[in-house]
């Protein structure tokens, strides 16, 4: 069975697959603090919690876009799967001919997700992956990336009214009755949902524009489902999106 692992700002996405097939998988949160040890033990426990056990393990391939954290999973996986990790960077086969002005500058989830892409829907697409930022990637017909826009998370936008403002509360990131709001909870969610909804939207009809109509939409991330049931640009959503890249990516490498 392979593991595949991809290390986020906010999230730690984690999967096992039985060949194409995605069995259990988890999402958790990053800490940038954690030890190898640590690591080790919540990956044997997440297995162990999907009927698994460390030995039913065989390979495992790794995305990551937290330098610090890269070296601790390797380690963890070492000690813990005794594995090796493939990591996805330069020198790996991606199949995804990468057309920006600085290629390393590209984050790995960010060719991961164009690599899931070219081989599961084809081009042209936008990924619009919804994680510490949300990010939209233009990948063409012929599966290159050509590059994307970066915006901020909208979980750093929530974060940050809440900081900075000191009469707006915490809110959860839950879609509001209405858009004009009653109270100011309410207020802040269809701020913060209708108005990623909004940017979504813009960014979208921006990025058909260039790449033409016939352009797919695919969404993925922590946070997609909230964002895609309140629009119609997104043709399919797909929350575990690096999960997949990664199986094709080690089977291109093997």
Known sequence: MLMTIDIGNTNISLGVYQ??????RWRVSTDHQRMPDEYGLQIDGL?????LLPGDITAVCLASVVPQLTGVFLQACQDYLNLDPLVVDAGVKTGVR????????VGADRIVDAAAVQHLFGGPACVVDFGTGTTFDAI????????GAIAP??????DALFR????????????PPSAIAKNT??????GLIFGYVGLVEGMVARFKRELGPEMKVIATGGLTDIIARETDVIDIVAPWLTLDGLRIIWNMNQ
């Open 185 to 190: 909870p309410h207020a802040m969610q269809s």
């Open 140 to 147: 063409s017909a012929e599966g290159d990336y050509l590059g």
């Open 19 to 24: 060949g194409e097939k995605l069995g259990p």
């Open 153 to 158: 998370g909208i979980g750093i936008a929530a």
């Open 98 to 105: 990468i057309l920006y002005e600085t290629p390393k500058s």
């Open 164 to 175: 900075r403002a000191a009469k707006l509360p915490k809110v959860d990131l839950n879609t």
């Open 47 to 51: 297995l162990k919690h999907g009927g």
